[in-house]
């Protein structure tokens, strides 16, 4: 009879080879390891842990780790190539994996004293038993630690308090019980979402596990959280009954567990008393502020909160008929009680949702009336906030809307919708690379496994963006790279990434072929038509760029688009060096009107451009010593002013050289104090 331990050896250095044939393959996770050895995800989990005393992903990770040592030792490629070389999209995780598996940072692993040179891998007994060897070690030095150091020094590790809260089951052969069971578990997922010391998973993200036969750890991983909370319930007459449990992810075991059997009347504090008890056991802080949220009474009426609770099903379709239904469901709750916050503002969402994609809105005055009414019964509610900054961000006073989503987000820490319109608002309407990038990264934290790829292939552009605009140009790649996986049909990811290359390369011919390219694929692309020019321009074809500017100029003037403003100079520029001085002068009008209405950061460098342009050389050196105190610019500013045209009489400046070099060293300052700051916050 073969040996147990022998077995279980050859499980893992099988394991270990295939990873090894894949080890430049960022996706190959554990689902792919669990295809290519001929084995369900769960037992491919279990065999792994039971081996190896580690999950499947810190396995593979490992197998990675030890890999890279080998390359380092060999010395010929660089930290950053090594890192992508062993599948590690991030070069700042690697090292930082790297760092917290040998102590010590990749760049020195060459300076280390190995006797018998480069790491090689393990042959004979070791190799067999290795990972019992590695235990055993792992035991030693734990025995030895509680001898050797001073007890209250120890620091206990600390386990991230992240929280998903899973569809809860209806108990009920009345399907028609679904709506409340559903409202129980959002009731649940609100009230930890209050609670700032938790990182709380968003509702999109769960909802692919309604009907899921994956097992409790397999969840965790892919939502990257520490713990889960499942339940069922069931209402039957004026009783609510429910079974509810906390589960540890690492354990796989339930660390708290109630069954309930209450009146309806007291499905509020219920719902208040759970989500206490959860926070609880897993030992959050909880604010007296996050206390009195969480506590709030919806509403005195239960004919209200029932009808609200059947709206929400019809809210969450997002199709028409079911936002239709949703705001005669909301408006019946409140026939039932004409102070209930909640409802109204719902109903100035889904009138939002309605009128998203609208050219002509029809329910700008249905959101601002109900967002008033929710924000007079409830002003310190979350949704009562965003109703509000809808409505402003219906009329495009996004400045409005800023501090009203900055509210809604200290009463409910953990809102994706919320962080997902700031980081839009960051993004476009008030450029802020800094608080662009935070909010993105808060959001994938949140909105880790939405069903959708589509939305998913979104999610990473947007993120790549704004990694690419805060000069983390290796994050930004592994990315967009991601977003082209879940969707290569996805419209922008592509211009996206020619650009992340070129800041990569500073190869013109390079930019200018791709988007030929993608633009050879849909003709119809203004945005790509403008861009192609640019790079001519660039390049100083002017009579290149003169083709595409003014195909895209007179596309712009035919369906009468008000896009890319802030480009019209360089088209003036193009028109004169093929000596249509009326035509320039027509582009040079319209900038320096675009330049009068800009209230953004870059106003500054805009007119540097046109004092530039003009022959006003000290004015426009005086307007870049202004933009050099700007804080938080687009890193695409120092990729692209050094070799613009309308720029090089500049450098004739006997300023100049100094100016560019504030605004380059103020840029990768802020970098370096942003880089920090995320880092600290777990978020990078």
């Not at 592509?494 to 988007?515: C, G, H, Q, S, W």
């Not at 596309?555 to 688009?561: E, F």
């Not at 050099?628 to 006997?654: C, G, R, S």
């Amino acid at each position: 009879m073969s040996n147990t331990s022998e077995i279980r050896s050859e499980f893992i250095e099988k394991a270990e080879a295939i990873i090894l044939k894949n080890i430049s393959n960022e996706q190959f996770g554990v689902s792919e390891l669990a295809e290519v050895m001929n084995m369900s995800r769960s037992n491919l989990l279990r065999k792994i842990k039971k081996d190896t005393e580690l999950s499947a992903s810190q396995f593979i990770r490992q197998v990675r780790l030890v890999k890279s040592m080998e390359l380092l030792k060999l010395n010929s490629m660089t930290v950053s190539e090594i890192s992508y070389q062993v599948g590690f999209g991030s070069t700042s995780y690697f090292i930082k994996c790297f760092r917290e598996f040998y102590g010590y940072p990749p760049g020195e692993a060459g300076k280390r004293k190995i006797e018998d040179g480069p790491v090689k891998k393990q042959s004979g007994l070791f190799s067999k038993y290795r990972w019992l060897f590695l235990g055993l070690a792992s035991v030693i030095l734990i025995v030895l630690s509680v001898f050797v150091f001073n007890k209250k020094d120890a620091k206990p590790i600390e386990v991230e308090k992240s929280i998903a809260v899973l569809p809860f089951k209806n108990e009920s052969s009345d399907s028609l019980n679904l709506y409340f069971v559903n409202g129980l578990m959002q009731s649940s997922l609100n009230n930890l979402q209050k609670i700032g010391d938790l990182r709380v998973i968003s509702r999109t993200s769960v909802e692919k596990y309604r009907k899921t036969t994956m097992t409790i750890p397999e969840i965790a991983e892919e939502l990257n959280v520490n713990y889960l909370v499942e339940g069922s319930g069931q209402r039957v007459g004026d009783k609510v009954l429910l079974n509810i449990q906390l589960i540890q992810a690492s354990s796989d075991r339930p660390i708290w567990v109630e069954q309930y059997s209450r009146e309806v009347g007291d499905v509020f504090s219920l719902q208040n008393e759970v989500a206490k008890k959860i926070a609880n056991a897993i030992k959050a802080i909880v604010t007296p502020e996050e206390l009195q949220q969480i506590e709030k009474k919806p509403t005195e009426s239960l004919l209200a909160y029932d009808f609200y609770l059947r709206a929400l099903d019809h809210y969450y379709s997002r199709s028409k008929e079911g936002l239709e239904t949703a705001v005669s469901l909301f408006e019946k709750a409140i026939e039932n009680d004409e102070q209930f916050a909640l409802a109204y503002a719902h109903i100035a969402f889904a009138y939002y949702f309605m009128d998203l994609n609208q050219a002509d809105k029809q329910h700008t005055e249905d959101i601002n009336n109900y967002s008033d009414k929710a924000l007079l019964y409830d002003s310190k509610s979350a949704e009562s906030l965003i109703s509000k900054a809808l409505y402003y961000m219906t009329i495009e006073d996004y400045r409005l809307a800023l501090p009203y989503l900055e509210k809604a987000l200290e009463y409910n820490p953990n809102s994706s919708p919320v962080i997902q319109m700031l980081s839009d608002l960051y993004a476009r309407a008030i450029p802020n690379t800094s608080k662009y990038l935070e909010y993105a990264l808060k959001g994938i934290q949140l909105d880790v496994a939405s069903n959708d790829s589509i939305a998913k292939s979104y999610t990473y552009l947007h993120l790549s963006n704004a990694l690419i605009q805060t000069g983390f140009v290796d994050e930004a790649m592994t990315y967009i790279d991601k977003s082209l996986d879940y969707n290569p049909k996805n419209y922008f990811s592509p211009l996206v990434k020619t650009y992340i290359i070129y800041a990569k390369n500073r190869d013109l011919d390079e930019i200018k072929n791709r988007l030929i390219y993608e633009y050879n694929k849909d003709s119809t692309r203004l945005d790509i038509l403008q861009e192609i020019a640019k790079a001519c321009y660039f390049q100083r074809e002017y009579d290149s760029a003169f083709i595409h500017y003014e195909n895209f100029a007179n596309a712009r003037v035919k369906y009468g688009l008000d896009m890319y403003p802030q480009e019209d100079l360089k088209i003036s520029w193009v028109y004169a060096k093929k000596g249509l001085d009326t035509q320039a002068k027509i582009f040079e009008n319209s900038y320096a009107a675009y330049c009068e209405k800009d209230q953004s950061i870059y106003k500054s460098a805009s007119l540097a451009s046109k004092y530039a342009f003009e022959g006003k050389n000290d004015q426009a050196i005086e307007q870049l010593k202004n933009f050099a105190t700007q804080n938080d610019i687009q890193y695409w500013i120092l990729v692209f002013m050094e070799i613009d045209p309308i720029i090089e009489p500049l450098k004739n400046h006997p300023e100049y050289k100094s100016v560019m070099k504030n605004i380059e060293e103020g840029f990768w300052k802020n970098h370096n104090k942003l880089k920090k700051s995320l880092e600290e916050k777990g978020l990078l």
